[in-house]
């Protein structure tokens, strides 16, 4: 069945970065766009950021544009998120999707 499983997520500092890594199995990872999303406490799914399938168009929230960095890894089935200069405001807990489903998450947060 289809597994994403996100890791990386951590205790950060404002100012500090973080990469996340979202593994990906029982689905042709190579044939699907793929995305971040979070979730603040107590709000709603937010879209962060998508990824073509060849990794060539890479598209962001205004909020983490020039902050985060999406990626993948076709030949390892592995997404990525690089996040720099971290804000509290980025405390979250983020999920990978295929844009079908998503996985169990990761949390991220930024406090001093």
């Known amino acids: 069945q289809v597994q994403l499983v996100e890791s990386g997520g951590g205790l950060v500092q404002p100012g500090g970065s973080l990469r996340l890594s979202c593994a990906a199995s029982?689905?042709?990872?190579?044939?699907?766009?793929m995305s971040w999303v979070r979730q603040a406490p107590g709000k709603g799914l937010e879209w962060v950021s998508r990824?073509?399938?060849?990794?060539?168009?890479?598209t962001y929230a205004d909020s983490v544009k020039g902050r985060f960095t999406i990626s993948r890894d076709n030949a390892k089935n592995t997404l990525y998120l690089q996040m720099n200069n971290l804000k509290p405001d980025d405390t979250a807990v983020y999920y990978c999707?295929?844009?079908?489903?998503r996985g169990q998450g990761t949390q991220v947060t930024v406090s001093s």
């Open positions: 999707s295929n844009n079908l489903v």
């Open positions: 029982g689905f042709t990872f190579n044939n699907y766009d």
């Open positions: 990824i073509d399938r060849g990794g060539d168009r890479r």
